[in-house]
């Protein structure tokens, strides 16, 4: 795996894929690492030049002290692409990864190809900004370790969490492994995310997807996006809360089949899976 300073911060990345293939980025969530994208990457990495990298402060990357915004999470998207070459990529980020996409789509248009943006948020209202406030100082008084159980009942449905598949100890281990700092500073910028009205500024082919069961990114705020965004698409999975790609992997990746092939054909899908 490639290492790549940017801004003072030695990131983890791994690239996957034919080289002459048309590059697609991978961002992950507050409190994982590349990992997240796994089964995306078997999926795809036929068709695709895939770049993966892990946030700052998360997975083998390196951490800065808080706060972090999008602004800075955008910039390191920048970097990363400059430093390896890439002139313009397709984009696909959830939750944290996704805000951060939506940044790039509206302040950086000409880097991307189309963008993919799952499970995530554009705004921050108050009540959204106090749950932010509690969790870190769980992280702060009890370390990461603190947060695991409480973060799993908001990223899955009861019945998988019931079911208990491996994957879900993979997830457990990714937030566990998160840097405190790193945790605390994509938290405060998850706290100041505001991008609703700014939106119908993205221009590239892009696809909204959301898990059914999500209750931070809900159907309802996701498909008001959509409905700012011409041209967007947005599907809706069933059976899946905010990690949506593990939950409901094979929608999901069916999902993202439909939407890659409606960018080469031009002919774009909404649906509820």
């Not at 300073?5 to 690492?33: M, Q």
Request: hydrophobic share 40%.
């Amino acid at each position: 795996m490639p290492h790549i300073n940017v801004d003072g911060v030695r990131f983890n990345t791994r690239i996957d894929g034919p080289e002459g293939a048309p590059w697609l980025t991978f961002s992950n969530s507050l409190a994982t690492d590349l990992g997240l994208w796994d089964a995306q990457v078997v999926l795809l990495e036929d068709r695709f030049r895939i770049f993966r990298y892990d946030t700052r402060g998360h997975g083998q990357s390196g951490a800065t002290s808080p706060p972090y915004d999008f602004a800075r999470l955008e910039a390191d998207v920048i970097g990363l692409w400059d430093a390896m070459g890439i002139a313009r990529s397709h984009y696909m980020g959830l939750s944290l990864g996704g805000s951060t996409g939506i940044g790039l789509a509206i302040h950086h248009a000409d880097r991307l190809l189309s963008l993919a943006a799952c499970d995530c948020r554009v705004t921050s209202p108050t009540a959204f900004k106090q749950t932010w406030g509690s969790r870190i100082e769980v992280a702060l008084e009890e370390g990461m370790d603190g947060l695991v159980e409480d973060t799993m009942t908001r990223w899955f449905t009861d019945p998988t969490l019931e079911a208990d598949p491996p994957a879900l100890e993979k997830i457990r281990e990714m937030i566990r492994t998160t840097s405190v700092d790193g945790f605390i500073g994509c938290a405060n910028a998850l706290q100041g995310v505001e991008y609703f009205d700014a939106i119908d500024r993205i221009t590239c082919p892009t696809l909204f997807l959301v898990g059914a069961q999500d209750p931070a990114a809900t159907p309802e705020l996701i498909g008001a996006m959509h409905a700012r965004v011409g041209g967007s698409q947005y599907v809706e999975l069933s059976d899946a809360a905010h990690i949506s790609n593990i939950e409901n992997e094979a929608a999901f990746n069916q999902a993202v089949i439909d939407f890659f092939d409606s960018v080469v054909s031009g002919e774009p899908k909404t649906s509820k899976i």
